[in-house]
Structures are given as C-alpha cells and as structure tokens.
C-alpha cells in the first residue's frame, strides 16, 4: 500500500458528462501530481499541485481541471467526457515540488460510454 | 520537451537469470531517472532511481545503470523471481518541473 488513496476505483459514465476523481496523498506528501494512462498513449503526466498551488501542467486538455485544497487533498474534474477519455487515471504525491520519489495510488478506471 | 523510448516492449527471462532492462531519452537536460513496477490492476510502484550526478545506483537485488554520454539508463534484476513478473517503466524528470516523461514499458516474462 502506497499510501496514496485514489476514489473511486471505477467509474462508468456517458459521453459529454462530466466526473469528479478524488486523491489523498500520502501523509506529509505537499505535491499531488496526475497522470493518464491508456493503451496507446501510455503514462502522461497531467498536472501537478504543490501545497494548493499549480506547478507544472502537461498535456492537460482544456476540459480537464484540477485543484488542491487546504487539506491537500486533490479533484481532478473530466467534463464534456468523449470516448477517448476513457483511460486508468493516476494521481502521485511526493515530499517536494521536485522530481524526487513519487508514490502512486491504485488509479481510478473511466470508461465512457 | 523529452520522449523516453524503449528497445523491447516484452523480455521473456528463466527464472533465477539476470534481466536487463533498457530505456533512451532524448533530453539532456534530464536530471533525474527513475524505474517503476505496475503489476496488472497496480499502480506504478516506485523500485529505484537516480539523478544525474551519479552513474550506478544499487538496491536490494537491482541496479540501475546511467550513461549520460549515450542518454541510456537500464535496471538490472538479480537472480529474476516469479513475483518479479510485471510492466516496468523508466520515467525521466528534469529540475524539478513538468513531471516524469513516462516510456512505454517493458513486460518482464518469468519462465519457469
């Protein structure tokens, strides 16, 4: 166990809805990254939040949001959901704001229908 | 930006031989290297890594290996167990931003 909580683990929704994933880094962790990963693409690094701030963004499109809130708890927001979205969603939390030793949850699988 | 590639998307090894696996970038700048395990149903469990200040770093039974000339990092498993069966992922960072640049990963086999 990582110690990173992901909910849900599942998650069955229709086309041009909108989800909500939720993480817990793990205790003392500040920086709560997210990634996609999918079949043909990989693992893509999303975004990243450090102590409730944006830090790093990737190739994040611009229907998918996020936030970090006081608790460091993190939400990534999916909306105008396409059949592509489908895909395992990551969310990572570290000590730093750096590259250094990320720990990852067990992933939240979308599926759009 | 960087792209991590991969020479071989599945390594078929006996069990209680050495596996080696390979990983290129492309970015010089990258600083820091980093090798994940995702067994099926997992997420990516961190194994070991490395920055870019060093070029061999050991852990319990791996070994990652850094050759910033060439742009080249392998993990090498000692003695390969059945429970070592899984994707394994090289990810590559740079100064502390932008997150890891993930490679494909390699499927490590274990023959009986």
């Known amino acids: 166990d990582s110690g990173v909580t992901q909910t849900p683990k599942h998650l069955i929704t229709a086309t041009g809805q909108r989800v909500t994933l939720r993480c817990s880094p793990r205790s003392g962790d500040l920086s709560v990254y997210w990634y996609q990963q999918s079949l043909d693409q990989g693992l893509q690094f999303l975004i990243q939040?450090?102590?409730?701030?944006?830090?790093a963004k990737g190739n994040i499109l611009e229907r998918f949001s996020a936030q970090q809130f006081p608790d460091l708890h993190s939400e990534l927001n999916l909306s105008s959901l396409e059949l592509g979205d489908s895909a395992l969603y990551f969310c990572?939390?570290?000590?730093?704001?750096?590259?250094?030793?990320?720990?990852f949850g067990q992933g939240t699988r979308l599926t759009v229908v | 930006g960087e792209s991590v590639g991969l020479h071989l998307p599945t390594l078929s090894v006996q069990e209680g031989d050495n596996s080696i696996i390979n990983c290129a970038y492309s970015?010089?700048?990258?600083?820091?290297f980093i090798w994940y395990k995702q067994e099926s149903g997992k997420g990516p469990q961190f194994i070991i890594d490395i920055r870019s200040n060093m070029d061999k770093r050991q852990g319990q039974r791996v070994t990652v290996l850094l050759n910033k000339t060439v742009k080249h990092l392998s993990l090498q498993i000692a003695a390969t167990q059945p429970g070592d069966s899984a994707v394994y992922f090289c990810?590559?960072?740079?100064?502390?931003?932008?997150?890891?640049?993930f490679g494909k990963g390699t499927h490590l086999i274990i023959q009986p």
């Open positions: 939040y450090y102590n409730g701030e944006e830090r």
């Open positions: 970015n010089s700048a990258s600083d820091y």
């Open positions: 990810a590559v960072g740079r100064g502390g931003a932008d997150g890891l640049t």
């Open positions: 990572a939390s570290s000590v730093g704001f750096g590259n250094t030793e990320a720990f």
